[in-house]
T-cell receptor
């Protein structure tokens, strides 16, 4: 059983460029979550899906951010026109369904915007 | 809205000494409570959780936490720490209703010295 995987693990981009991250959840987990973690802070919730439906979005998710889970399996998080303030670790997690289940986290994608 | 406060950003301790990592939360509704651990270069892992029932919950590696509703606290304790417990520990809450969103504290770095 593989855990949650995220690609790429590291991404360096120039300000103004678009970036896309991918998350593959644990097989048969129907809930998928995105969080962002900056240095010295705890993870901050961005959004989550049940299957392909996006159930909740944080106000942190500005118009430049979009997340999709088109077939209810993997998910992508796209950031358009990146800014230096977007530099962070982007974490993905999945869970089997009911909200009291543990959220299993991936290793994260570290984004550096120069 | 909920919030989580971890007052201690770092806790240095010698091996085999007891440790307490403090967590206080604020919420206008009932919550579930969690402790996650992040070992160096690894993803977040659930350490223990309080959903209901007994206010004292234990992990498989000797940690325990007690939910105190009157003090809105969920402190993490271990009577005797090991070098391998060196990690970042995050307290998190989730409200009972209508969301899977986890609200994390800023984390406490536990450094165990020989």
């Amino acid at each position: 059983d593989t855990g949650v995987s995220q690609n790429p693990r590291h991404k360096i981009t120039k300000r103004g460029q678009n970036v896309t991250f991918r998350c593959d959840p644990i097989s048969e987990h129907n809930r998928l979550y995105w969080y962002r973690q900056t240095l010295g802070q705890g993870p901050e919730f961005l959004t989550y899906f049940q299957n392909e439906a996006q159930l909740e979005k944080s106000r942190l998710l500005s118009d430049r951010f979009s997340a999709e889970r088109p077939k209810g399996s993997f998910s992508t998080l796209e950031i358009q026109r990146t800014e230096q303030g977007d530099s962070a670790m982007y974490l993905c997690a999945s869970s089997p369904g009911d909200s009291v289940y543990e959220q299993y986290f991936g290793p994260g994608t570290r984004l550096t915007v120069t | 809205a909920q919030s989580v406060t971890q007052l201690d950003s770092q806790v240095p301790v010698f091996e085999e000494a007891p440790v307490e990592l403090r967590c206080n939360y604020s919420s206008s509704v009932s919550v579930y409570l969690f402790w996650y651990v992040q070992y160096p270069n690894q993803g977040l892992q659930l350490l223990l959780k309080y959903l209901s029932g007994s206010t004292l919950v234990e992990s498989i590696n000797g940690f325990e936490a007690e939910f105190n509703k009157s003090q809105t606290s969920f402190h993490l304790r271990k009577p005797s720490v090991h070098i391998s417990d060196t990690a970042e520990y995050f307290c998190a809450v989730r409200n009972f209703y209508n969301t899977d969103k986890l609200i994390f504290g800023t984390g406490t770095r536990l450094q165990v010295f020989p």
